[in-house]
Structures are given as C-alpha cells and as structure tokens.
Nanobody, 125 residues
Framework: QVQLVESGGGLVQAGESLRLSCAAS????????MAWFRQVPGKEREFAAA????????NYANSVSGRFTISRDKAKNMVYLQMNSLKPEDTAVYYC??????????????????WGQGTQVTVSS
C-alpha cells in the first residue's frame, strides 16, 4: 500500500508559478512510477505529467509541455510538479498518483492504483 499526500495548491494570477508537492509513504517508493493528473468539475480526470521510477524518463501532456516540470526525490519520498506560466485553463484539482512499474508513458487514470486526496489550483486572469 502507498499513501500519497499533496500540498502546495493555491490561488495565483496568470503568468505566475506554483510548485506542488506529493509526499509518499508505505511500500518501496522507488519502485513506483509517479504522475500528476488534474480534474475540473464536470470533466474527466486528465493526465498532466509522469516520471519513471528511476527519474530518468518524464512524460507530459501537450497542454503542459514546456511549462510544467515533474521531478522526484527518492531519498525524501517526494514528487514535485513545478508549474510555470500558469494559465486560467490550468485551474483544477491536482492529484498525485502512483503505479507499480517503470513506464512513464501510462496516461490513463485506470493505470494508476494509488491516489492522493488532491489539491486545488486556481489561476485568475
């Protein structure tokens, strides 16, 4: 079992930056691929970014590529999402997710077995 707790959400203006953090506990964290998803009310949860268990491979949705950066600190059992040049359309609840295995190319939420409770990000125009 893996427990995930997100933090770092908040209200920012368009063009500003925010960093989300995800603290993981439980089983061997380094064996899991980690990802960030986001969801707005009335819409399905969508993939944002993922990082392989080694940290060597990252994958991004087209909508965030070039603006967001996912990273992990295995020694601290932490995953981060640095979000720059934020846009109002980035407003959503952001979820940290984990799956056993090495691939960072899984982009469907059903691929991920463990989820955090989510943190709200609101970007005003």
């Amino acid at each position: 079992q893996v427990q995930l707790v997100e933090s770092g959400g908040g209200l920012v203006q368009a063009g500003e930056s925010l960093r989300l953090s995800c603290a993981a506990s439980g089983r061997t964290f380094s064996s899991y691929t980690m990802a960030w998803f986001r969801q707005v009310p009335g819409k399905e949860r969508e993939f944002a970014a993922a990082i392989s268990w080694t940290g060597g491979i990252t994958n991004y949705a087209n909508s965030v590529s070039g603006r967001f950066t996912i990273s992990r600190d295995k020694a601290k059992n932490m995953v981060y999402l640095q979000m720059n040049s934020l846009k109002p359309e980035d407003t959503a609840v952001y979820y940290c997710a984990a799956k056993l295995g090495a691939s960072a190319y899984a982009t469907l939420d059903l691929n991920y077995a463990y989820w955090g409770q989510g943190t709200q990000v609101t970007v005003s125009s």
